[in-house]
């Protein structure tokens, strides 16, 4: 709860600084420099002296930071006056070199342009000055509170393991008891305040009771209804149950304001009591709400638990985090009976060393079960699912919080009491911010499911994903204030956030960039709804087709994007004129490093104006063929038949060979070749053809459909089909069509298709055989006198065989190769 009302007081504090540094104006509306310098020379004295504490600083600081942002917001003064009278110099023309003379009337207007510049950046020039002084003066005192800081934190303190402190400790606490006990007799023992308790005793019965309804059973009825919303609900079931559950932290928390309240009339208690009293509603709220927050993260149910442990992981770990509630409310309690009855430095320490070995018990316990999560740990359902850097990040987290753990106490214990409460207290108040995200990323995905009916995961939505972005980025102020960063060093990076930095002569402020990005990203917004709104609902009923809607639509995108840019930088009010130098740079570098880009650009601006190639069209280009996706600034899109993507340059386009079977329409020609054999019926063939494309359904009769008896070729007699059709697209599917219909046609009819034929005849065959060729006397002798008439006998045998098959059309013929020769129609005798 502490951390809460400091991130709450450091937001209070820049909003004040931010709107309430118009108190540095004097009534005629300039700034008080008087008062100014009596400030500056006062805190200038006082850092010299450096007896303040620390809260005094604090307190000066803040007043001077005041006055500092309204040095800033001055050096804007007549800003938008000084540019004009600049403007109107430049437009007299350059000022004459020396030597020479320019007309009377232009020289004295340049004399009064420049002496009204100087009238107006006098106020700029003062205020440049003072914010110099300020900054200085901040720095400094920053200086001395940090040294302060880093003195006390390394300091060497009483060691709590020393057995004389405890005697000490023992006697103050029990003093300090004694105290309290004491205003209670008193009070009880006054007749006064006897009346007035007896007066106020039905008030105080009643709120008793109803506190303790509240605290006792508030919890109960709220988990109960819970487990109802769980039961009834179909939809929105993690919202509903996300924000009933907060009544397990609200319900009690009243309960324990209305027990204060209570005991507070019952005038009982001491002044000592009373201030202890107070704290009664934080110590139970920090309490119920460390309680719901481990509920929430460490639930029962896998659908509500934002970690992905087992079960009895997660039930150690909720008595863990709950264990770590009660030992900071009692770490609480010993810093308010500390500062009530002003304890030792020994005493504290004391005290605070047994509440600090626990919490850093508990913070091991906690830093083990985070660095034992695992994708195979992971639950289904939980935030950390699938995601292995937040896994990661889980177990990098846990080991940490182990190291802070073991050396926290070790620090403590040899006297740097600093060291070890800055590493064991902000640890556990990280595992707590951490686990707030982890709640509030889930409450985000429930939403969305409810606002979508889709669960963020299966929807694999941006949305849910940006919004934990801004929740982390949310959360690193409060991760610095938890680690010792003061509101200070808050507000002091926004200070320097809204001062810029400077750019040449020009400084240039990160608002005005902000402002830019906003408007920018307004005009982007308008251009895309419009966009939308053309391609749905306008352009689709006129009669423009859909190559010239996609330019329409294209062509508005890059002139809306122009002029939301153009209107963004207008109204952030950024001065481009010193951009020059990089703006020439850029230019040679175009001319150069990126003119195929810009060549590109072009090519694409003129493909959306000429629409020789549309979305959807049929095209081929370098041989590649294939549909139109997407035409873009650079480049174009083209999806194969291969179901591929080709990614062309739509320089290519403008400058190379490109056809589009379907520019103007989707008709187009299919060309068939058809051969038959030799001897075949050309007129016969030529009707069956012509019958078989006019039956198709795809076939246009007008332009009638065209058979041409071509050629004479070398295996057959060649004719051709052409034939327009309604969907070139469906070419493929067409051609098909005809060549199963052609084959069943002329088997029915008898007509042949032939094949490719070809004899072989062999010129000398006589090399293949040798031994043919030499005389008698040089061949041995057979063994058997028949032998020698076999082969040859063998040879004719199986030639005559062949010949028979050829003639009754078992074997085609042109196949004898093997014996020297042959004979058919495809070759010249010659071996040719």
Known sequence: MTLIYRWLLAACLALTLTLGAGGAYAQDGSLDYTAWNTLADSAEQVIDEGDETNEQFETLRSEIAGWRDSFLQAQSTNATRLRTLQSQIDALGPEPEEGETEAEGIATRREELTAEIQRLEAPVRSAEEAYTRADGLIREIDEIIRDRQTTALLEQRPSPLYPANWRDAAVELVASGQSIWAEFEKNIGSETKFSVLKSNLPVILLLLGIAGLLVVRGPVWIRKLVDWLRVRTRRGTGVWSFVVSLGGFVLPLIGLILLTVALTLSNVLGENGSVLLEQLPNWGGALLWIRWLADQTFNRSDDVATLPLPLARRREARFYANMLAILLVLRSIGETFSSTFNYSETTRIVLDFPVLVLCALMLWRLGHILGQLSPETATDGTLLEGSQFRLRMARIIGRGAMVAAIVGPIMSAIGYDGVGQALVYPAVRTLSLLALILVLQRFINDLYELFTGKSAQDADSLVPVLAGLMLLLATIPLLALVWGARVADLTEIWARFREGFSFGETRISPTDFLTFLVIFAVGYAVTRLVQAGLRSSILPKTRIDQGGQTAIVSGLGYVGIFAAALVAITAAGLDLSSLALVASALSVGIGFGLQNIVSNFVAGIILLIERPISEGDWIETGGTQGIVKSISVRSTRIETFDRTDLIVP?????????????????????????????????????????????????????????????????????????AVIRDVGSKLVVTSDFHHEIARRFAEEGIEIPFAQRDVWLRNPEVLFPDRGKPEAETPPPADPDSAEKPANEVAAKREERQQARDSGVMPAGRDGDDGGGSGDGGDGDGR
């Open 650 to 722: 739509n320089s290519d386009f403008v400058s190379g060979r490109v056809t589009n079977f379907t520019r103007s329409n989707v008709l187009g020609r299919v060309v068939v070749p058809v051969g038959v054999a030799y001897g075949s019926d050309t007129r016969k063939v030529e009707d069956i053809l012509r019958r078989i494309v006019r039956e198709h359904d795809m076939v246009l009769l007008n332009p009638e459909p065209m058979i041409t008896f071509e050629e004479f070729g070398a295996d057959s007699l060649n004719f051709f089909i052409r």
